[in-house]
């Protein structure tokens, strides 16, 4: 067997020092992104010890992001997509227009040519899929017209960044003739096709593309889906699920042009018209998360910091552009579209990184020499950065929000006639946020899904005095409307267990799905309100042993349930058949019986 395995070795000490460093970063309470991050700097080729194949973790980075597309697209369908277009697409053709001015005039100011300065700009435009989708998922945003405006904002920044590649090999023809030139479209060559051509062409074959999926793959891939179901086969299942998604990506990188990321989201999204897509989801979910650290680990490869010496006013510059220019256009144009400050800072927030998209132009503008090499290494600088100072633009942004809804707030209901579905949706949240019950002696259940939703219709109709904590907010608004007292926030926060009155309930019913999760609801819990009764659900027997270690009052172990309403099952049906012996004529015969 042979020893000299890189690919094992990236994957086994890039997974290694990003649990490390990821566990250090939680512990501290910051990101665990910055840990992966820091442990990417520490295999890369710019520090002592133990240099991972840089090629290799980008390879296996791209899964990721193929992985995270999909897990997207699952939760997305055609009409949400379609909803979002009339801001989506003017606003991230705006924004890419302000940043690429941006980076434009800063590279023509370090002394760059224009066409570098350009090339330059249009890499910083583009934020990145995982940091964006990350940033959405850990504050339950996906659901929401913000997180779908974000996920749409981010299709057509993919759109313009395809075509952006495809057309560069192009532009270095003609500046340079042959020279540093990359193969360009065959189908382009063949023909001999301007600029012009190869922008048709490639429309063409992403509306071939995007045709495809939504006429013949929304009726084959739920099919599939479903035929596998059938099998009985789990492994079998999570494998198709896998071969769609990644096969899916693949072909329509090869076949079409098409990014492999935008491709994943596709497949995600005719599948989730299967009844199966949660399962679906459920399933990819564990790759998706390891292949995710695995970018992170692979950003953190790229940096050198010997940039943050050589280029300290260039690269603050650069990350000015990223974190401050991008945002700000963002704002304002969403701000122009009528939609509330909210939403406007939560997608400026989001934008304020660069990621994949920018190393892939950068690098390819390197190589056409159409980019200097200082350039490249700004970007790959300031997506570093940029990444590991977005969670703390989250923050700000957040606390900025009341300050300038005040400087906002006549300009706002002057330009905004009618309230929309989003303005419904931001107030009813900020409502939300205020919100605390009055009730005492009550029941508290943390978790509106499938078991707490059944906990709580019985407690309802037994008149039970009941506040339901949810951090989703589609759930929990809906849930709202038919009377339940709902907070909105994560159980295992403070001030959410504050607001939902835990220190004079009696009872706190966790239906979490997760040992970890309740394990730090708990730890809330009981600090704040020894005599309260904890009844916490239990997937396993090693999750119910986890939690009986904590000191739980009652713990519900799914297994022992679902042996229990076995027995129970069998116990009736032996009574019914006993009754029906019992009450059976001597003359009968007992083969009459059923």
Same mark, same amino acid.
């Given at each position: 067997?042979?020893h000299?395995?890189?690919l094992?070795?990236? /994957?086994?000490v890039?997974?290694?020092?990003a649990?490390?460093?990821?566990?250090?970063?939680?512990?501290?309470?910051i990101?665990?992104?910055?840990?992966?991050?820091?442990a990417?700097?520490?295999?890369?080729?710019?520090?002592?010890?133990?240099?991972?194949?840089?090629?290799?973790?980008?390879q296996?980075?791209?899964?990721g992001?193929?992985?995270l597309?999909?897990g997207?697209?699952?939760h997305?369908s055609?009409?949400?997509?379609?909803?979002?277009?009339?801001?989506?697409?003017p606003?991230a053709?705006?924004?890419?227009f302000?940043?690429t001015?941006?980076?434009?005039?800063l590279g023509?100011i370090?002394?760059?040519?224009?066409t570098?300065s350009?090339?330059?700009?249009?890499?910083?435009?583009?934020?990145s899929?995982?940091?964006l989708?990350?940033?959405?998922?850990?504050?339950?945003l996906m659901?929401?017209d913000?997180?779908?405006?974000?996920?749409?904002w981010?299709?057509?920044?993919?759109?313009?960044?395809v075509?952006?590649?495809v057309?560069?090999?192009?532009?270095?023809g003609?500046?340079?003739?042959?020279?540093g030139?990359v193969?360009?479209d065959?189908i382009?060559s063949?023909l001999g096709?301007?600029?012009?051509?190869i922008?048709?062409?490639?429309?063409i074959?992403?509306?071939?593309f995007i045709?495809l999926?939504?006429?013949?793959?929304?009726?084959?891939?739920?099919?599939?889906?479903e035929?596998i179901?059938?099998s009985?086969?789990?492994e079998?299942? *999570?494998l198709?699920?896998?071969?769609?998604?990644?096969?899916?990506?693949?072909?329509?990188a090869n076949?079409?042009?098409?990014?492999l990321?935008?491709g994943?989201?596709?497949?995600?999204?005719v599948?989730?018209?299967?009844?199966?897509?949660?399962?679906?989801?459920?399933?990819?979910?564990?790759?998706?998360d390891?292949f995710?650290?695995?970018?992170?680990?692979?950003?953190?490869?790229?940096?050198?910091?010997?940039?943050?010496?050589?280029?300290?006013l260039?690269l603050?510059?650069?990350?000015?552009?990223?974190?401050?220019?991008?945002?700000?256009?963002?704002?304002f144009?969403?701000?122009?579209?009528?939609?509330?400050?909210?939403?406007?800072?939560?997608?400026?927030?989001?934008?304020a990184?660069?990621?994949?998209?920018s190393?892939?132009?950068a690098g390819?503008?390197?190589s056409?020499?159409?980019?200097?090499?200082?350039?490249?290494d700004?970007?790959?600088?300031?997506?570093?950065?940029?990444?590991?100072f977005?969670p703390l633009?989250f923050?700000?942004?957040?606390?900025?929000?009341p300050f300038?809804? *005040?400087?906002?707030g006549?300009?706002?209901s002057s330009d905004?006639t009618?309230?929309?579905a989003?303005?419904?949706?931001?107030?009813t /949240?900020?409502s939300f946020?205020?919100?605390?019950?009055?009730?005492?002696?009550?029941?508290i259940?943390?978790?509106?899904?499938e078991?707490?939703?059944?906990?709580?219709?019985?407690?309802l109709?037994?008149?039970?005095?009941l506040?339901?904590?949810?951090?989703?907010?589609?759930p929990?608004i809906?849930?709202?409307e038919?009377g339940?007292?709902?907070?909105?926030g994560?159980a295992a926060e403070k001030?959410?267990?504050f607001?939902?009155?835990?220190e004079?309930?009696?009872?706190?019913?966790?239906?979490?799905?997760?040992?970890?999760?309740t394990?730090?609801?708990?730890?809330?819990?009981s600090q704040k309100?020894?005599?309260?009764?904890?009844i916490?659900?239990?997937?396993?027997?090693?999750?119910?042993?986890?939690l009986r270690?904590?000191?739980i009052?009652?713990?519900?172990l799914?297994?022992?349930?679902?042996a229990?309403g076995?027995?129970?099952?069998?116990?009736?049906?032996?009574?019914e058949n006993q009754?029906k012996?019992?009450?059976?004529?001597p003359?009968?015969?007992l083969?009459?019986?059923?």
């Amino acid at each position: 067997m042979p020893h000299d395995t890189p690919l094992i070795a990236t /994957i086994v000490v890039g997974l290694c020092l990003a649990f490390l460093f990821g566990a250090i970063a939680n512990r501290l309470r910051i990101s665990p992104l910055v840990g992966y991050l820091l442990a990417g700097v520490l295999c890369g080729p710019y520090t002592p010890g133990f240099v991972a194949d840089q090629e290799l973790t980008l390879q296996l980075a791209e899964i990721g992001v193929i992985l995270l597309m999909f897990g997207v697209g699952l939760h997305f369908s055609v009409k949400e997509l379609l909803s979002v277009k009339a801001i989506a697409v003017p606003g991230a053709l705006a924004q890419i227009f302000a940043a690429t001015a941006l980076g434009t005039g800063l590279g023509l100011i370090i002394g760059w040519d224009l066409t570098g300065s350009i090339t330059f700009g249009l890499a910083l435009s583009t934020a990145s899929t995982v940091v964006l989708l990350r940033a959405m998922q850990e504050r339950r945003l996906m659901e929401t017209d913000r997180g779908r405006i974000a996920v749409g904002w981010l299709i057509v920044e993919d759109l313009v960044m395809v075509l952006t590649l495809v057309l560069m090999p192009a532009i270095a023809g003609l500046l340079y003739g042959n020279s540093g030139t990359v193969p360009s479209d065959p189908i382009a060559s063949a023909l001999g096709l301007g600029i012009i051509g190869i922008i048709v062409l490639t429309l063409i074959k992403v509306a071939i593309f995007i045709a495809l999926m939504l006429v013949v793959g929304k009726r084959v891939v739920p099919w599939v889906l479903e035929t596998i179901s059938a099998s009985g086969s789990r492994e079998l299942f *999570r494998l198709g699920v896998l071969a769609i998604a990644l096969g899916v990506a693949f072909g329509a990188a090869n076949l079409f042009g098409v990014s492999l990321a935008l491709g994943a989201f596709f497949a995600g999204m005719v599948m989730s018209e299967s009844e199966l897509s949660h399962q679906a989801a459920e399933e990819s979910l564990p790759l998706r998360d390891a292949f995710a650290v695995l970018f992170f680990v692979s950003v953190g490869m790229l940096f050198d910091p010997m940039v943050l010496i050589n280029n300290p006013l260039s690269l603050l510059a650069t990350l000015l552009i990223i974190m401050i220019g991008k945002s700000a256009a963002a704002f304002f144009i969403v701000r122009a579209f009528k939609h509330p400050t909210g939403t406007a800072l939560t997608i400026s927030a989001s934008l304020a990184q660069i990621g994949e998209f920018s190393f892939i132009l950068a690098g390819l503008g390197v190589s056409l020499k159409l980019m200097p090499k200082e350039a490249q290494d700004l970007v790959l600088a300031g997506a570093i950065l940029s990444i590991l100072f977005n969670p703390l633009v989250f923050i700000g942004f957040e606390r900025l929000r009341p300050f300038i809804e *005040r400087k906002l707030g006549t300009k706002q209901s002057s330009d905004v006639t009618e309230l929309s579905a989003d303005d419904e949706e931001y107030h009813t /949240i900020k409502s939300f946020s205020a919100y605390a019950t009055s009730l005492t002696c009550h029941t508290i259940i943390a978790g509106y899904g499938e078991v707490g939703s059944r906990v709580a219709e019985k407690l309802l109709a037994e008149k039970c005095p009941l506040v339901v904590i949810e951090n989703a907010e589609k759930p929990a608004i809906e849930l709202r409307e038919t009377g339940v007292e709902v907070i909105l926030g994560n159980a295992a926060e403070k001030e959410t267990l504050f607001r939902a009155g835990l220190e004079d309930a009696q009872c706190l019913i966790l239906a979490l799905p997760y040992a970890f999760e309740t394990a730090r609801v708990i730890a809330q819990a009981s600090q704040k309100n020894p005599a309260l009764h904890i009844i916490a659900r239990a997937e396993s027997v090693v999750e119910a042993d986890y939690l009986r270690e904590l000191g739980i009052g009652t713990i519900i172990l799914a297994e022992e349930e679902i042996a229990r309403g076995i027995l129970e099952k069998i116990a009736e049906n032996n009574t019914e058949n006993q009754k029906k012996l019992t009450e059976t004529s001597p003359e009968e015969p007992l083969s009459s019986i059923n």
